[in-house]
């Protein structure tokens, strides 16, 4: 069938997130039902063939917002009826459609859990018809919500104790923002400003004022104190509108020792930081607090720690990924059950693309000490052990996701998503100390072995 070129009237908000899809997702089921392979038992898996931008480990995030949109994932009247008006599919497949609830199971990696090459992240256990549409959807979230969240745990790491604040709504989609402020506050992020990640996901908000607000008085006096009658001397007073010393002196007479924190937006903050520091010392406001938010990333935070900077915004680097917008995941056909109702192995074998087929129970291996030395992945079938001789305890990595269908209420809303904040505190003190240097370039920390399988 030809590509549809038909464009809606006007745009609606989504009541269902079944074409949040690619189009060749529907044709291949379309055609898999017409050759009667669609029922087929099938085993998909989720996985990264590298790491993004150098890192040294990855970090699982979006897994709870995958298993609220696959719940979603229904094709009620208007879905059906702007498929039947392009042609998208016959008219059985659209039947098929209109019934479909997803059945099968799915288990992989914990949110907040680490990842290396090769781990299988996610895997889908369902007849063809009803994993391969799930594609685009699973990939979609993860690829973007885990590149956050291993930019955001950099981030994390080179502030060495010091909070962090997610403030990139305005640099990426509106309902990517959400995600982003999720996966950021799952690596570790102390707050958000997006005030709906806060009612969604139970992120911390935070938040005061801008330049504009400054700007809108006759002084900086008059903002000044319009801020503090609103919010009181505890909040956060922005002092790089015009001069910097002078707002400083200005924002301590105005709020007093009291003077919960001033932030700085532009200069050079090395510099910046030092005098303001200085500047409130010698005034008697030492509880004043520094925050800095100025187009920061791993780097720049990591070049401020011998300053005494407080705590940092960050904005476009962590929305983006800090250089890597989504984490190069696919999601692939590992085992089908054949004519013989036996499970049987399948891969790519496409240059620089090739896969290792079979079902994979993936453990961390881990030394006397409790530090992470390989990702072993014991593959059903695989005939040649790769590294699986190695001494080490082996901490197991998969969990269930969704069973017959339904998902488990541990990985959903607010609940989850401090689930994984927790787990990912615990996932990353098994990692040497050399898993957080921030020299560019670099590889996992952390081999991955294939071994022949041995008990599930």
């Known amino acids: 069938m030809s590509s549809s070129p038909a464009v809606p009237p006007a745009t609606a908000p989504l009541t269902s997130t079944a074409l949040l899809t690619d189009r060749y997702e529907l044709t291949m089921l379309d055609a898999a039902l017409a050759d009667d392979t669609a029922s087929r038992a099938c085993l998909f898996e989720v996985f990264a063939r590298t790491l993004p931008h150098g890192r040294r480990y990855g970090v699982v995030a979006g897994t709870g917002r995958v298993l609220d949109l696959i719940r979603d994932f229904r094709f009620g009247e208007p879905e059906l009826d702007w498929l039947r008006e392009n042609e998208v599919v016959r008219p059985a497949t659209l039947d098929w459609l209109a019934d479909y609830r997803f059945s099968g199971t799915i288990r992989g990696y914990r949110e907040g859990e680490l990842y290396f090459p090769g781990s299988p992240i996610l895997t889908v256990e369902a007849s063809f018809a009803e994993g391969v549409i799930l594609e685009t959807l699973v990939l979609s979230v993860l690829n973007y919500d885990s590149s956050v969240a291993g930019a955001a745990a950099r981030m994390v790491s080179a502030a060495a104790g010091r909070p962090l604040a997610e403030m990139g709504s305005r640099r990426t989609g509106e309902r990517s923002a959400v995600a982003a402020a999720r996966a950021a506050y799952i690596a570790g992020f102390a707050a958000t400003s997006n005030l709906e990640a806060g009612r969604s996901w139970g992120v911390p908000t935070m938040g005061t004022a801008a330049h504009a607000f400054t700007l809108l008085h006759d002084s900086e006096e008059e903002a000044f104190r319009s801020q503090i009658e609103a919010m009181g001397p505890g909040t956060t007073l922005l002092i790089d509108t015009y001069d910097v010393e002078r707002a400083t002196d200005l924002a301590v007479e105005v709020a007093g020792p009291a003077l919960g924190a001033v932030r700085l937006d532009s200069g050079d903050l090395p510099a910046l930081v030092a005098s303001v520091r200085a500047r409130l010392d010698a005034l008697g406001n030492h509880n004043t607090k520094i925050t800095v938010t100025n187009d920061l990333d791993e780097y720049t935070i990591a070049a401020l720690a011998a300053t005494p900077v ?10 983006t990924g800090s250089g890597s917008v989504a984490a190069g995941m696919v999601y692939k ?45 014991y593959v059903e079938g695989l005939e040649e052990a790769g590294g699986s001789a190695a001494a080490g305890a082996e901490r197991p990595l998969l969990v269930d996701l969704v069973v017959d269908g339904v998902p488990l209420d541990e990985h959903l809303g607010a609940a989850g998503v401090k689930r994984a904040r927790e787990h990912h505190v615990e996932a990353l003190r098994e990692l040497p100390l050399s898993a957080f240097r921030l020299s560019r370039g670099g590889e996992a920390i952390i081999p991955t072995e294939y071994a022949a399988e041995r008990g599930r």
């Open 310 to 319: 407080d705590s940092y915004g960050v904005g476009t680097s962590v929305v």
């Open 333 to 377: 056909l590992v085992a089908h059950r054949g004519d013989d109702g036996e499970w049987m192995s399948v891969a790519k074998r496409s240059a620089k693309k090739s896969t290792i087929g079979g079902r994979k129970n993936a453990v961390r291996r881990l030394d006397d000490r409790g530090t992470a030395t390989a990702e072993v992945l």
